[in-house]
């Protein structure tokens, strides 16, 4: 069984910058992908970026693309998300999920990829 538990939400103002960091616990394994994604009120989930858990492999929503980057940190075993140049509209629930299964980064924008999500963390962007 495998767990993820974000944090790093909260209140910031629009062009600020906030990171998320996402920690897994269980039976990850280098086949693993991690990804982040964020549902706005009344809207479906959206994706934003996944990486592959041993490689350098990512893929980056077009709406993100330049402003949040996804990374590894090893030493504390999370997956984090740093988002740059915040906008109201970036307000959102943000979730971490992992897949056990690396078909290719084309594909990390899936949801059906990930079988273990987090509860999410809220992040508010004020005007």
């Known amino acids: 069984q495998v767990h993820v538990v974000e944090s790093g939400g909260g209140l910031v103002q629009s062009g600020g910058s906030l990171r998320l960091s996402c920690a897994a616990s269980?039976?990850?394994?280098?086949?693993?992908?991690m990804g982040w994604f964020r549902q706005a009120p009344g809207k479906e989930r959206e994706f934003l970026a996944a990486?592959?858990?041993?490689?350098?492999?990512?893929t980056y929503a077009d709406s993100v693309k330049g402003r949040f980057a996804i990374s590894r940190d090893n030493a504390k075993n999370t997956v984090d998300l740093q988002m740059n140049s915040l906008k109201p509209e970036d307000t959102a629930v943000y979730y971490c999920?992992?897949?056990?299964?690396?078909?290719?980064?084309?594909?990390?924008?899936?949801?059906?990829?990930?079988?273990?999500w987090g509860q999410g963390t809220q992040v508010t962007v004020s005007s």
């Open positions: 990486r592959s858990w041993s490689t350098s492999s990512t």
């Open positions: 269980g039976r990850i394994f280098s086949g693993y992908v």
């Open positions: 999920a992992a897949g056990p299964y690396d078909s290719g980064s084309i594909y990390y924008g899936r949801e059906t990829l990930y079988d273990y």
